[in-house]
């Protein structure tokens, strides 16, 4: 009697593509498998942790405590009209900084330790260090400016507004790198998504209307990326890299010649409702950036909240990931490689849509020739730093966001740090985070490689 084995349902052959796309990947050394185990990686090579800690720890020094305030800094929490007061935070500019400075060299003398271990920083010392680096510089240029006084709740606010466009970007790229397709045209879908929608929402009197010509734009400057990406196999980097150029120049001539001229039939659209939730909108700092947003903030939550659980709590989601780790595999298991690209290609786009309409209706009510300024560029940079996963997608873009937002306010209060340097800010931060802080992440195995069936 032979005996014969079942053939494996759907659920069993995109597992076992997952385990097969796992297995091609190259092996670990024993030290990353035990931080790995340990949870304790946190994307750095640890020959390159300690430098770049002391580095910055020497920065620190300098800045936080030998050229510390000599006066006292203050934050304010809550603003006129919250549910509640809390106290103000007021903290010694001398004291703090060389607090600062302190715990900096000590997790720098960690991050040694553990290199000569062949161990890498814990996830947990590396939170530490950003937290007390970014919480030393600002006590430094806050205590440095005319005015030692910042609202807390306004800084951390705008941070969150200047991220959503971020967010909806590196969302966007993410569906497309996770199935294997490079997405360098973030740039070009946010900023057909914006002029999309500063066009049909004037036209049609709607901003409605223009959220949806946004993720329609957007998503159409999609399909040529994926049609030539994967239909004729061209370059992915550099189809991504013609896309933004023609777009930028595109939607600079029809400004020029259209909307500058007629900016009220072409460039005036209405702007998306805000909603603030009763009460909850008025607790202090979390108020206004969770609960008093625009639609398209509200949006982002959702959509970060419904692409992590598609991502890894569905089967649309295992096979993006086995078509991304091995499409081949993935493919003997009756998976259509290119089909699922494709539709992947397209969906990002329209989420990337959604963040380039908040620029013309929610940010400025306005289209502006290449108002994006590099936007996508930061969204890729925040889809690398975090390691292609949507909340870490989402915590990178909330730091680039809050850089942006931190070189306003400081320019406002008159600080003496040149003007050209907080400009700099946040691509500074884009640099260090992608060539220093991550300089191990893995992307997926297959991302870059067209595919074809054999």
Not at 89 to 99: D, F, M, N, S, T
Request: glycine content about 12%; hydrophobic content about 55%; charged content about 10%.
């Amino acid at each position: 009697m032979s005996s014969q084995h079942p053939e494996p349902g759907p659920g069993q052959a995109l597992r076992a593509a997952g385990s097969t796309a796992t297995e091609a990947l190259p092996p670990r050394t024993g030290a990353e498998r035990s931080t790995a185990a340990a949870g304790e990686v946190v994307g750095v090579t640890s020959r390159r942790t300690p430098v770049l800690l002391a580095v910055l720890t020497l920065v620190g020094l300098v800045l936080f405590g030998l050229n510390a305030p000599d006066r006292t800094v203050g934050f304010r929490v809550s603003e006129a009209g919250d549910l509640f007061r809390v106290p103000d935070l007021e903290v010694g500019g001398v004291v703090w900084g060389w607090l600062t400075v302190v715990v900096l060299a000590a997790l720098t003398a960690l991050a040694v330790l553990r290199a000569r271990a062949g161990r890498q920083l814990p996830r947990w010392a590396a939170l530490v260090f950003g937290l007390f680096f970014v919480s030393g510089f600002l006590v430094w240029v806050v205590g440095s400016s005319r005015t030692p006084d910042v609202s807390l709740s306004g800084l951390l606010a705008g941070s969150v507004a200047l991220a959503i466009p971020l967010i909806f970007g590196s969302l966007g790229g993410l569906l497309c790198e996770r199935s294997g397709v490079i997405n360098i045209a973030i740039e070009g879908q946010l900023l057909f998504g914006a002029f999309s929608a500063a066009v049909a929402g004037s036209l049609s009197g709607s901003a409605w209307v223009g959220l949806l010509a946004a993720v329609l734009g957007a998503g159409l400057v999609s399909l040529v990326l994926a049609v030539f990406s994967i239909t004729y196999r061209v370059n992915q980097v550099i189809v991504g890299v013609v896309l933004n150029v023609l777009v930028s120049g595109l939607t600079g001539f029809l400004f020029a010649t259209v909307l500058e001229s007629n900016a009220s039939v072409f460039n005036s659209p209405p702007r998306l409702p805000r909603f603030a939730v009763p009460v909850l909108s008025e607790i202090p700092l979390v108020g206004p950036i969770v609960f008093d947003q625009s639609v398209i903030g509200y949006l982002m939550y959702v959509v970060v909240a419904l692409v992590w659980f598609a991502l890894y709590r569905t089967r649309w989601g295992l096979r993006t990931r086995a078509v991304g780790e091995h499409p081949k595999a993935a493919d003997t298991l009756g998976v259509r490689v290119n089909a699922l690209r494709f539709r992947n290609v397209l969906l990002g786009g329209m989420i990337a849509g959604l963040g380039g309409a908040f620029y013309t209706l929610v940010s400025v009510s306005a289209f502006t020739r290449d108002m994006t300024s590099g936007a996508g560029y930061i969204a890729l940079a925040a889809l690398i730093f975090g390691r292609w996963n949507p909340i870490g997608a989402l915590l990178a873009s909330l730091l680039f966001g809050f850089a942006s937002n931190l070189q306003s306010i400081l320019s406002f209060l008159g600080t003496p740090v040149p003007s050209q340097f907080l400009a700099m800010l946040p691509y500074v931060i884009t640099i260090l985070a992608v060539a220093g802080l991550v300089g191990v992440s893995r992307g997926p195995a297959a991302i870059g490689t067209p595919y074809t069936k054999e």
